[in-house]
């Protein structure tokens, strides 16, 4: 939290984007009973699995687990998970009709996620502050048109070039519902939030700001922050972390392709930036991933804002083992 708002720390704290996942033998155990979304809508699940990175990496911080696409299935998007394939929706939205027929007034739909918050706090009981997150409106809507992962965005972006009023329309909804889901996970008792929004990277300069920019810049003036530090991450955020500062979070999470303190330069001061090792140095040698941990360390050395982190998530078949071990190295590390 201290190093969020820019305050001084004795080291950068750790924590991991999809730290909660397949990569855990344990996270497996759990998986092989129920499916991904009975995980993400059970309260108790959701807070054993958001545990177990706590657990058994003694992490900085926990990160709520769910996913970015719940806010899409309460607005009407028939999601399921399959394993090896990902997300799939059954009905994509490719016109302003399907369009009309997503709700908007979703909130309660979305309880089962405070319920998660309010057992996993408890859980915590205070030891280390809770993310919460959602996704941005781009990469959800991204899902909704394709119907699932999409390697181009070709539907997507024909739906922002051809029909631009239609897609700020999808966008616009998206956003409300991404404002009230982030403040009642506010209201349930998160310390952070992070909005995810992986695949602006697919975006021009001019589109980011459109398609993109836009409406982050509405959810996060529409959050109670109160004392609850913002963090935006995208990948893409080596090019566009001076307009996502306009957005004016409290944090920008950096990819891996950009030198971290010359992006951190180029910020406000009080911004604060989260990242950003290449995920595959953890498929390396320890003595590889100490290495370049100590390096980013060296790089950032007297900068009050950072947090250490992952450009993108663990992948599944990284070794726990590497995980654990970059995890030890930041901790056992001092200014
Ligand atoms: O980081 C965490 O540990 C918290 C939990 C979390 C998950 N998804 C769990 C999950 C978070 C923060 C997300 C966000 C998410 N979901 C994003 C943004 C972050 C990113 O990685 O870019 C995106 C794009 C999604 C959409 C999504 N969910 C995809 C593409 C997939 C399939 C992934 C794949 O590699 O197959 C998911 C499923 C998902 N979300 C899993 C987990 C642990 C795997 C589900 C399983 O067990 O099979």
């Not at 990175?53 to 399959?82: K, N, Q, R, W, Y």
């Not at 952070?192 to 836009?214: G, K, M, N, P, T």
């Not at 955020?237 to 307009?243: G, H, M």
Request: glycine letters at 6%; proline letters at 5%.
């Amino acid at each position: 939290m201290k190093a969020a708002f820019s305050k001084e720390t004795e080291r950068p704290p750790i924590w991991m984007m999809r730290q909660a996942g397949r990569f855990m033998p344990e996270y497996w155990e759990i998986k092989n009973k129920y499916s991904f979304l009975e995980m993400c809508k059970t309260p108790e699940l959701a807070a054993d699995v958001t545990m177990l990175p706590v657990d058994l990496l003694d992490i900085d911080a926990a990160i709520l687990f769910s996913d970015i696409l719940v806010t899409a299935e309460a607005m009407g998007g028939d999601l399921s998970f399959t394993q090896g394939i990902g997300p799939k929706f059954a009905n994509p939205v490719r016109n302003q009709n399907d369009i009309d027929q997503l709700s908007v007034e979703v909130t309660d739909k979305l309880q089962y996620v405070a319920d998660a918050i309010k057992v996993i706090q408890q859980r915590l009981n205070g030891r280390i502050p809770l993310i919460g997150f959602a996704g941005a409106p781009f990469t959800v809507m991204s899902y909704l048109v394709e119907g699932g992962s999409s390697k181009d965005f070709k539907l997507t972006k024909l739906m922002l070039h051809n029909h631009p009023e239609m897609a700020h329309s999808l966008l616009a909804k998206i956003a409300k519902v991404t404002t009230n889901y982030l403040n009642l996970q506010i209201e349930a008792g998160v310390n952070a939030v992070q909005i995810f929004d992986s695949w602006a990277l697919a975006l021009s300069w001019d589109d980011y700001r459109e398609f993109s920019h836009r409406y982050i810049t509405e959810i996060i003036n529409n959050l109670n922050r109160k004392d609850i530090p913002v963090i935006s991450f995208c990948k893409g955020s080596s090019v566009f972390a001076p307009i996502m500062a306009e957005a004016k979070p409290d944090v920008i999470s950096v990819d891996w392709n950009a030198d971290l303190l010359d992006i951190k330069k180029r910020l406000p001061v009080q911004m604060a930036v989260q990242g950003n090792l290449d995920p595959h140095i953890l498929y390396a040698d320890q003595k590889v991933i100490k290495d370049r941990i100590h390096k980013l360390f060296e790089r950032m050395r007297g900068q009050n804002g950072f947090i250490c982190n992952l450009g993108h998530g663990i992948m599944p078949d990284i070794p726990f083992d590497n995980v654990k071990y970059a995890v030890e190295v930041v901790k056992e590390f001092r200014y």
